[in-house]
């Protein structure tokens, strides 16, 4: 096979195209992974559809590896390829929020911090992800988790419609009416099927304040508050939503100095309706146990986003997973806490979510994503930024995963996972999910040009290196 050659431009295309050499190249190749370093031979920055059908085009005519880059979270670095073709959706962030029929368009490039802003204008949210930068595209078609999913739902469950541009070049409406096939496996099938240039959302009334903040406390307090926590979220109503984080106290004057940069348990508590119900509600939480910090306070659901912002920088080398688990016995919590006690890293986080609520009444077989019945969701997101701490970090990330392993759930997040393998991507859908994912993947990109992804390969065909 004759090797890929690079055209000197890309035929239709009036974006900018960059160059290894070019100005602004580097920090455009680089992604939210500080472990991924790879280059491009072609970033090519889409101002709209038609840039995309051209870069689309040029890649598939080339024979050049393609990434496609929306807002820029996913831990693998799928987002950029090595002397490929990196399709970059970013300049296309545009938010149009449409009040009467509480309607959101977002293009593909958008981040939940721009859509946030455009839609907390009018009272009106999405589940967005935890952390502002989290890129619009990703998180929706990898199903979407974040603070309000127990009381509005995944974030693919408030998607109407797409339009999709495919491995061909044409350019999809996509909608329950509308290739409903295609939008069916949109809702947590990943980026497998196309670049999707447009999401529509329907949007619900929410803040624009809402209660919301942090408990922390002691680590060794951590066993007896999880569990307390544990049996709270058992009976909480759909608008409580937050997590268990197990994290390291950060170096701020809030904290008390002699826990600063060691491991702490923090209770993340959002009331997804009336402040004052969510005072009486959110009591028997709040008041529970010695917490070192207290702060749930009224606050904009836009700071409610960014809480984690300055905790998740850009650039840090990061190793992520993830399980759902059908129930957090006493010995789970035990063993995360002694875990976690020993945490090579303080920028490490483990966050532990309870399901339930919205998630677990959407009918399974209406979205692509499998699994709405799990009661909890364990996120481990190990971050440093030295490269000699590498297999310290993933070893120790490995040994607490595995501990948990016993209490899982079949399937998976997959905006969670790491480079995992075709078997874990399977299991996220379960064979019949995952069947009919492949027929749709036989019949919209049968020679896997979107391979960059958590792959959904073809029938006949393996899942291409995840080097790119």
């Known amino acids: 096979m004759a090797t890929p050659t690079v055209q ?84 296309m962030n545009r938010v149009q929020v449409r009040v009467s029929d509480r309607s959101v368009r977002a293009e593909g490039g958008a981040t939940w911090g721009q859509f946030d802003a455009a839609t907390q204008e009018h009272g009106l949210a999405v589940t967005g992800g935890r952390v502002s930068s989290t890129g619009v595209g990703g998180l929706a078609l990898g199903s979407g988790s974040g603070w309000l ?3 509005l739902g995944y974030t693919c469950d408030s998607l109407t419609g797409a339009q999709v541009v495919t491995a061909t070049g044409e350019v999809l409406e996509v909608g329950a009416d509308q290739e409903p096939d295609l939008f069916w496996a949109l809702r947590g099938g990943g980026g497998n099927f196309g670049v999707v240039t447009r999401f529509d959302f329907r949007a619900s009334p929410m803040g624009p304040v809402l209660l919301g903040g942090m408990l922390m406390y002691p680590h060794d307090d951590t066993v007896d508050v999880v569990r307390h926590y544990r049996d709270f979220m058992n ?69 409610i986003q960014q809480m984690l912002d300055l905790a998740c920088p850009r650039g840090m080398r990061n190793w992520w997973t993830a399980d759902f688990l059908r129930e957090l016995p006493d010995e789970g919590i035990e063993g995360i806490a002694e875990r976690t006690g020993r945490v090579p890293s303080p920028m490490t986080q483990v966050i532990l979510a309870p399901g339930g609520g919205a998630l677990s009444r959407v009918p399974r077989e209406e979205t692509a994503f499998d699994l709405r019945d799990a009661p909890w969701n364990v996120h481990f997101l190990s971050m440093w930024p030295d490269p000699s701490d590498d297999e310290r970090n993933v070893a120790w990330t490995r040994e ?3 501990s948990v392993k016993p209490y899982a759930a079949a399937g998976a997040y997959l ?26 993947k036989d019949r919209y990109d049968p020679d896997n040009l979107f391979c960059l992804n958590q792959n959904i390969a073809p029938s006949g065909r393996l899942p291409r290196p995840r080097s790119g």
Do not use: W
């Open 149 to 151: 999913e127990r009381k």
């Open 415 to 440: 905006n969670f996972l790491g480079d995992e393998g075709a078997d874990r991507v399977r299991a996220a859908f379960g064979p019949e999910k995952y069947a009919r994912l492949v027929a749709l």
């Open 235 to 303: 009976q909480a109503p759909d608008e409580v939503g937050g997590a268990a984080a197990f994290i390291s106290a950060p170096p701020e004057p809030f904290v008390p100095e002699p826990v600063r940069g060691r491991p702490v348990l923090g209770i993340v508590v959002v009331y997804a309706g009336d402040v004052e119900e969510g005072r009486t509600v959110l009591r028997p939480l709040i008041e529970y146990g010695f917490p070192m910090v207290t702060m749930v306070q009224p606050m904009p659901y836009t700071a």
């Open 8 to 91: 000197s431009g890309i035929r239709g295309f009036r974006g900018e195209v960059l160059r290894p050499g070019d100005p602004g190249y580097d920090d455009a190749r680089r992604v939210f992974n500080g472990m991924v370093d790879r280059s491009p031979a072609l970033i090519a920055r889409c101002t709209d559809t038609d840039d995309v059908v051209a870069a689309v085009g040029h890649a598939r005519d080339a024979g050049l590896p393609l990434a496609v880059h929306g807002g820029g979270h996913g831990v693998v670095g799928h987002a950029v390829c090595e002397a490929g073709l990196m399709l970059d959706l970013r300049p």
């Open 400 to 402: 607490l995963a595995g």
